[in-house]
Nanobody, 123 residues
Framework: QVALVESGGGLAQTGGSLRLSCAASGRAVSRYAMAWFRQAPGEERVFVMGINTGGDIIYDTDPVKGRFTISRDNAKNTMLLQMNSLKPEDTAVYFC????????????????WGQGTQVTVSS
């Protein structure tokens, strides 16, 4: 497992931007695939985007495609999520997750989680 800490959440207006950061610490962080999940009030935690160790395979889902961009810096043990053209439906707590193997859409496959950061988009 690795320790993960998210930052960068906050309040944005519709059409605005926010950038989330996930700082990882522990052994061999660069060997971990990393992902962002989000959880809206009363809903399940869902996959947003993921990035594998080499950064050359990126998974995204339709709700954020073309608006969100994921990246990682293995030298700094950091993963970023750039969120543009934000919509009220993007409002959720965003979680950073990591696992040794490749990115998975299933939250149960991850053994390392951050505490979450709130993103609120006003209409």
């Amino acid at each position: 497992q690795v320790a993960l800490v998210e930052s960068g959440g906050g309040l944005a207006q519709t059409g605005g931007s926010l950038r989330l950061s996930c700082a990882a610490s522990g052994r061999a962080v660069s060997r971990y695939a990393m992902a962002w999940f989000r959880q809206a009030p009363g809903e399940e935690r869902v996959f947003v985007m993921g990035i594998n160790t080499g950064g050359d395979i990126i998974y995204d889902t339709d709700p954020v495609k073309g608006r969100f961009t994921i990246s990682r810096d293995n030298a700094k043990n950091t993963m970023l999520l750039q969120m543009n053209s934000l919509k009220p439906e993007d409002t959720a707590v965003y979680f950073c997750a990591a696992r040794v193997w490749a990115v998975s859409h299933n939250s149960n496959d991850y053994d390392s989680w951050g505490q979450g950061t709130q993103v609120t988009v006003s209409s």
